[in-house]
């Protein structure tokens, strides 16, 4: 495994990062003020926390029970819609990377699209409108390591919303998926200003993990009293 830049310890939260990509999930969490390191196999030059490019399985076995809490993206094109309709042949890690988180004792989160969810467990599912984004973005969330979450209101989704991938028409909500068109807006509408198109399409919201970090920091208030 390559260490780019050092892993920061801190006597705050510490939340391991996995799959980082450019770091949507992570900015969530750092704007729970948790200190987050990231790993990816990939270079990741845009990822703007501390980063380790290596194995994510790997590295949560060898290293993830030095962590408070553990965040995993595994890849979701196996699942995602537009997988089945390209017929791309993608490594399905999500069984395989459950196993990892709970080898480590240490509480956990996994994240994936709609087309996983019969393999994750009793998933709570987060969406834009539950946070007041312009984007309904629905991403399921798998908790472990004695962490849960409770599944939040799901407003209805009133806006009509924009073909997939396609511009934005005045009143609706955007689909940023694809080889879409409109970045700048997408990075406004996500809270990801620092993304390009590649990053986006696939990114967490930043509200997604920010409220999942405040539940587990009142967990962590609610034990220690």
């Known amino acids: 495994m390559t260490h780019t830049t050092p892993i ?18 992570g900015k969530g ?9 990231g790993i990816d196999k990939d ?29 995993a993206s595994p890849p979701c094109q196996h699942d995602s819609d537009c997988q089945r309709i390209q017929g791309r042949d993608h490594p399905d890690l999500i069984a395989p990377t459950r196993d ?14 709609r087309g996983a969810l019969s393999k994750l467990r009793q998933p709570v599912m987060l969406c834009g ?7 309904y973005r629905h991403r399921y969330f798998e908790t472990g390591g004695g962490f849960t979450l409770h599944q939040p209101h799901h407003p209805q989704h009133a806006v009509p ?10 009143g609706h909500y955007g689909q940023y998926v694809g080889n ?21 399409r696939e990114c967490i919201p930043p509200a997604y993990t920010q409220w999942i970090a405040t539940a ?10």
Request: net charge neutral.
């Open 216 to 225: 587990f920091q009142a967990t962590r208030l609610q034990v220690a009293a």
């Open 100 to 113: 990892a988180l709970n080898s480590t004792g240490r509480p956990w989160v996994m994240e994936n699209v």
């Open 161 to 170: 919303q924009a073909k997939m991938g396609r511009p934005v028409p005045p």
């Open 180 to 200: 879409f068109s409109g970045v700048q807006q997408a990075r406004d509408v996500m809270g990801v200003p620092w993304m390009n198109r590649d990053g986006i």
């Open 29 to 37: 969490y750092s704007d729970a003020d948790a200190q987050v390191t």
């Open 129 to 135: 409108a539950m946070f007041g984004l312009e984007t």
């Open 43 to 71: 270079p990741q030059p845009r990822y703007p926390f501390a980063f380790i490019q290596g194995d994510a399985i790997a590295y949560i076995r060898e290293h993830g029970a030095e962590f408070d809490f553990i965040h």
């Open 8 to 25: 920061r310890r801190s006597p705050g939260l510490r939340v391991l990062d996995t799959y980082c990509c450019q770091g949507g999930g």
